[in-house]
């Protein structure tokens, strides 16, 4: 039998948003569960208040050779002068992070690439069919378009912010899975899988934990998670460093 | 040979075909291949031996190659996933699988035992023999629904009883795993399954009520009284789609002295629509083990087929079939749940008892598809028996009862939902937890006893062990 810690796992996390404290909380478990590899699925600032401290963390991870991170539309936003507008509570805290941002961590988000593939797998933001159009993954459909322009087994993403896992049926068509947090799903390499890891710094299901997943490559299994963290205290901040105090709601009601 | 990309796909790999691999003589994986056991439609049982433990057991393999369609795997794939998962006395024990792409097997305990489908050949079969297999086939059907499994091809083949007539479930290449991707969702035709036990809403498509498992087990149960099929072996789609009005035969018809609670049983089970069924396994397995809770309606009199203008209603009814709809399977459980009521009918405490059916009622009002079981101890029978019936064993035994029934009466229960029981015992608190374990309790109701620190209360004791090992959530009521 395989003894699931003796070989490398892969940490997949998505939409952390300048989070530190989720960060921080699903670091530790994914190390925990044995996780060697980290790869950051894009939109790593925007909406809560440790921008640098995560930015720092992330490009820590990066130098030492075990992580990788894609870049989402979030960041995009701040590096880019013109970049489309969101909503506007998206906006103004775009408009915050760009403030705290240093030259240094503005030039390493925009050195970022749009996709990444490795081995079987695909890491981007959104949809693997024109990553920086940010398409919505949401459906069998949107998952199929995906996994075809990325013509891996394996592909990982976020930007929708509610984990799922789409799976190829034999007649090619995609169907979606709400996966059930900590099981070990069997995700053999003879079909094609499509993961939404859901989001890390601010879940959106009426669960205020963190969202991310594991992807073991020699058991072929996914694991989803679920992780508490002190999301009282990234409400706090939130509110002291002057964004919108929705956005501390947000996190505090995981909506 | 197995790969679901186009054919531009780099992944596809040149791997040793099955036949070669899984040859007599040849060790895989640990095991040395012996003859073959079973050939079936699917798969293919051999013999082996696991080298390490010494140990018989059955190698599954998929029936794989040019002629064989793709379902073969996609159910191989399923059951290894499922059978992985599952944890249960009455399915065999899975002990470990090979990879799906080089060399697919699933290595599973060999458990001994008849297939249903050889007894069926008995017949008629004794009601005592098919009520014991089918209290026992509930039992097991409970167990893998516990574990949000739903079998789906529920049939005499695929049940194994031994000589004890406990019960294994075999063959999961059809199941649903509310935890896993359902590789068999949306995939290949409607209504997978056998033609005559799958359920209507199998053959509308869809996989994830676990009440079709109750309509399966409804025609095995008429099998086994009648040794007949109630719908039949149809060949066509509107020939299976017939069971979405029809009823069958009643039982009585056919076997005259069939009980007419156990047609009740299985008429109920039959119903086209999962809502007017029994809802789960375990109600049936208590009301097969105790006939007179079972509520009889126009189902258990009848002993014709129904008539032409009968059917023709049931057929409007069923015009445009939609399934009903879906409860979620961990839920359904906690929607239909058993209190077991632990009444002591030793200990004339008015009040307490006031407190106790409050709580009962409570609790009943919350799950209008509850059902509870009031049990109450006598310590032991008495060594010498007393000159008038009440000092007698069976007249202490009727008195406890009628206590118990009393205390129940002002809950209003419809007496199909609530059951009676009186035992005697010198450890009641285990037998409470017994019982609790035995028919999967969701929550225990027991008084607690007054603070009186100077004297031992044994019922007291009683509380404090259930409390402490309880199968389920304990309510504790308090004066």
């Known amino acids: 039998m395989i003894n699931p810690m003796n070989h490398h796992r892969i940490a997949l996390f998505a939409d952390i948003h300048s989070n530190l404290e989720a960060f921080a909380a699903c670091l530790e478990h994914a190390q925990s569960q044995g996780a060697t590899r980290f790869i950051f699925l894009g939109d790593l600032v925007g909406y809560n208040a440790n921008p640098i401290e995560v930015l720092d963390h992330i490009m820590n991870l990066i130098a030492s050779g075990v992580g990788i991170a894609i870049r989402g539309n979030h960041d995009t936003a701040c590096v880019e002068p013109y970049f489309p507008k969101m909503n506007p509570i998206a906006d103004a805290a775009i408009t915050w992070t760009k403030e705290q941002l240093s030259t240094k961590h503005k030039h390493f988000l925009s050195e970022l690439p749009p996709i990444f593939f490795e081995d079987d797998n695909c890491y981007v933001h959104a949809s693997a069919y024109q990553p920086e159009n940010w398409h919505y993954v949401t459906d069998g459909l949107s998952a199929w378009r995906s996994a075809e322009a990325s013509g891996k087994i394996y592909t990982f993403s976020g930007h929708v912010h509610e984990q799922a896992l789409y799976y190829q049926s034999s007649v090619g068509k995609l169907i979606r899975f709400a996966p059930h947090a900590g099981d070990a799903i069997p995700t053999g390499r003879h079909r094609r899988w499509v993961s939404i890891v859901g989001s890390l710094g601010q879940p959106r299901d009426g669960n205020p934990k963190a969202n991310y997943a594991l992807f073991d490559p020699v058991a072929q299994t996914m694991h989803f998670h679920r992780v508490d963290y002190d999301h009282l205290l990234a409400a706090d901040k939130i509110k002291h460093a002057g964004l919108p105090n929705e956005l501390a709601l947000r996190l505090i009601q995981g909506i | ?479």
């Not at chain 2, 790969?3 to 994986?29: H, N, R």
């Not at chain 2, 809403?201 to 149960?221: H, K, P, T």
Request: net charge negative; hydrophobic share 40%; proline share 7%.
């Open chain 2, 1 to 479: 040979m197995f790969s679901l990309f186009q054919s531009k796909s780099p992944y596809s790999i040149e791997i040793e075909a099955v036949e070669d691999i899984f040859q007599e003589g040849k060790t895989v994986d640990g095991f040395f291949i012996e003859g073959q056991f079973h050939q079936g439609g699917m798969a293919i049982l051999k013999n082996a031996k696991d080298i390490e433990t010494n140990q018989q057991v059955l190698l599954k393999i998929p029936q794989v190659g040019k002629d064989q369609p793709i379902e073969n795997l996609i159910c191989f794939e399923t059951e290894l996933t499922i059978l992985a998962a599952l944890k249960s006395p009455y399915v065999p024990r899975f002990i470990r699988g090979g990879n799906m792409a080089t060399t697919p097997y699933i290595a599973m305990e060999k458990v001994i035992g008849e297939s249903l489908e050889d007894i069926l050949q008995r017949q008629p079969l004794p009601f005592d023999q098919i009520i014991l297999i089918a209290a026992n086939l509930a039992r097991a059907i409970q167990s893998i629904h516990q574990q949000e499994v739903i079998h789906l091809d529920l049939k005499p083949d695929n049940i194994l009883v031994d000589a004890q007539f406990q019960i294994y479930i075999i063959d999961f290449g059809l199941a649903h795993h509310n935890r896993f991707p359902d590789l068999l969702a949306e995939e290949m035709r409607k209504g997978i399954g056998s033609a005559p036990y799958i359920s209507p809403e199998q053959i509308a498509g869809l996989r994830q009520d676990l009440r079709s498992d109750i309509f399966s087990f409804g025609v095995i149960l008429y099998e086994m009284v009648t040794g007949t099929l109630p719908f039949d072996h149809p060949q066509t789609l509107n020939g299976l789609r017939k069971r979405y009005w029809e009823q069958p035969k009643p039982p009585r018809a056919i076997r005259q002295d069939t009980p007419p609670w156990l047609q009740e049983i299985i008429l109920r089970c039959l119903e086209p629509f999962a809502k007017d069924r029994y809802q789960t396994a375990t109600h049936i397995r208590q009301l097969l083990r105790e006939p007179s809770a079972v509520k009889l309606t126009d189902r258990a009199k009848k002993i014709k087929p129904l008539s032409f203008w009968q059917s023709m209603q049931r057929w409007l009814n069923a015009t445009g079939y939609e399934p009903s709809e879906i409860p979620r399977s961990a839920i359904i459980y906690e929607q239909a749940p058993l209190m077991v009521a632990a009444v002591n009918t030793s200990n004339d405490d008015p009040e307490m008892f006031e407190r106790m059916q409050r709580a009962a009622e409570n609790i009943m009002r919350v799950f209008p598809e509850g059902r509870i079981s009031c049990i109450s101890m006598m310590q032991s029978s008495p060594t010498f028996e007393g000159p008038t019936e009440i000092e007698s064993a069976s007249g202490l035994y009727r008195n406890h009862l009628v206590r118990l029934q009393k205390w129940a009466a002002p809950l209003h229960i419809s007496q199909e939902r609530i059951s009676f029981h009186i035992f005697e015992t010198l450890d009641p608190g285990a037998r409470i937890i017994e019982f609790a374990k035995d028919n999967d309790a969701a929550v225990i109701l027991i008084g607690a006893t007054a603070e009186t620190p100077n004297r031992v209360v044994p019922w007291r004791s009683v509380m404090t062990k259930v409390v402490e090992e309880g199968p389920c959530s304990v309510y504790v009521v308090r004066k």
